[in-house]
């Protein structure tokens, strides 16, 4: 045998252990894979009764001799069948995920009323989004899906009339209605901040919503004006909760229209003084603006007026308090700790949960100014002031000496009143 022979049987040799091996390898990245297919869990499909679900809950709430009456409604949804149809239908025609699609087997989805049901039950009563499976046949991503798009629908149709600032028509109904309620002339609410505990907070965003008055839970902070007749005219939510309410009130934009020259400049009198806007009370955390009246911390046993002026301060005060306590035991879903990851989730919910609210005090008839005017806001083609303009405003705004001017007016003109 010579030396070619040799070398040609060594590379067959070669030839034959690589493809030995690589057929091993072969079976067993299959077998591997055959054994991971077989342990996976499959997608179970859950046959909902699409149809008959629907029909259960007509005959229960909307059919024409339905079995629980006005009251039990308005329980049940936190609202009469006015707001309720009336939500229904708008967001029916302004969102496509709302209306009775056709499935590519051919099948009617879900429809608009149990989707709209299943959005006001999680935030009425907290659930999550299966809580209702049995009852509404839903599935736990439709609930969600559903209730992302109906706050979303909401804000966008209900928003600018629900969630206004005050136009000149507001103004001067707040003024009329506080004075004669309160005692307090240019009075346009009362302002405060509150919080909703966040549990589904990232781990890396822990630190920034903590504060350590607060214990160790994450939270977000909602600073809200509220009316005597609990209407919320501002709403400002998302600022991480290891803020105070000075911090929140520097990131608001309360005091933006004021200081472009977009809010109605609708003076009042108060002990013969005329001021150029109206004023908001406040606890004694807030700084001495002119647009805030705060109360008198410790006045003497012998002021009859300053403890007047004090008491009634602390009454009107509590009329945002009551608002949140309000709103919170409406929506339950703001009283428990928020379960979403993503924060605009939760401020669209806050905001929905808002403008519904609104919604009900003016089907109550309890709103002081129902009607809206859109005509009277702002419009984009109205001059604004200049940079200069601006700093003065805010220099005026600033000026603790106006603060304490304005609040002993308001004190002699209670007394005066009383």
Request: with cysteine; proline share 6%.
């Amino acid at each position: 045998m010579n030396s070619e022979d040799i070398m040609f049987t060594d590379t067959e040799g070669e030839e034959e252990v690589v493809s030995r091996n690589v057929n091993f390898l072969t079976r067993a990245m299959s077998l591997i894979r055959n054994r991971r297919r077989a342990n996976r869990p499959t997608r179970s499909i859950v046959h909902q009764d699409r149809y008959g679900a629907p029909g259960h809950l007509v005959t229960a709430f909307f059919s024409e001799h339905p079995i629980y009456n006005e009251y039990r409604f308005r329980k049940t949804f936190r609202m009469s069948h006015t707001i309720f149809n009336r939500i229904v239908h708008e967001i029916t025609n302004h969102s496509s995920l709302f209306r009775d699609n056709i499935d590519c087997t051919g099948k009617e989805g879900i429809s608009p009323l149990m989707k709209c049901t299943s959005a006001i039950r999680q935030l009425a009563y907290g659930i999550v989004p299966d809580f209702l499976d049995e009852y509404l046949q839903i599935s736990t991503k439709s609930s969600r899906l559903s209730l992302d798009h109906f706050c979303t629908s909401v804000m966008e149709i209900f928003g600018p009339e629900y969630l206004r600032k005050p136009t000149m028509t507001d103004v001067l109904k707040l003024y009329r209605h506080h004075e004669e309620k309160h005692g307090f002339p240019g009075m346009l609410g009362s302002l405060d901040c509150t919080d909703w505990e966040w549990f589904g907070c990232p781990y890396g965003f822990k630190a920034q919503y903590v504060r350590r008055d607060h214990g160790s839970n994450p939270f977000i902070l909602l600073e809200a004006v509220a009316s005597q007749d609990l209407w919320i005219w501002h709403a400002f939510f998302g600022v991480s909760g290891s803020n105070n309410d000075i911090n929140v009130l520097h990131q608001s934009p309360l005091f933006n229209d004021l200081k472009t020259g977009r809010a109605p400049e609708i003076p009042f009198v108060a002990n013969g003084v005329t001021y150029p806007w109206g004023y908001y009370l406040v606890d004694g955390i807030y700084p001495e603006l002119l647009t805030f009246a705060k109360t008198i911390p410790e006045p003497s046993d012998d002021d009859h007026k300053r403890i007047l002026y004090k008491q009634k301060q602390e009454a009107a005060r509590k009329d945002v308090e009551r608002a949140f306590g309000v709103l919170k035991k409406k929506w339950a879903i703001l009283a428990n700790p928020a379960r979403p990851m993503k924060k605009e989730r939760i401020m669209n919910m806050m905001y929905t949960c808002i403008i519904l609210h609104n919604m009900i005090r003016k089907d109550k008839g309890k709103a002081i100014s129902p009607d809206w005017y859109p005509e009277e806001a702002h419009q984009p083609e109205d001059p604004e002031r200049s940079d200069e303009q601006r700093r003065a405003i805010m220099r005026h705004i600033r000026s603790a000496q106006a603060h304490q001017n304005l609040r002993a007016d308001l004190v002699e003109h209670l007394s005066r009143n009383a």
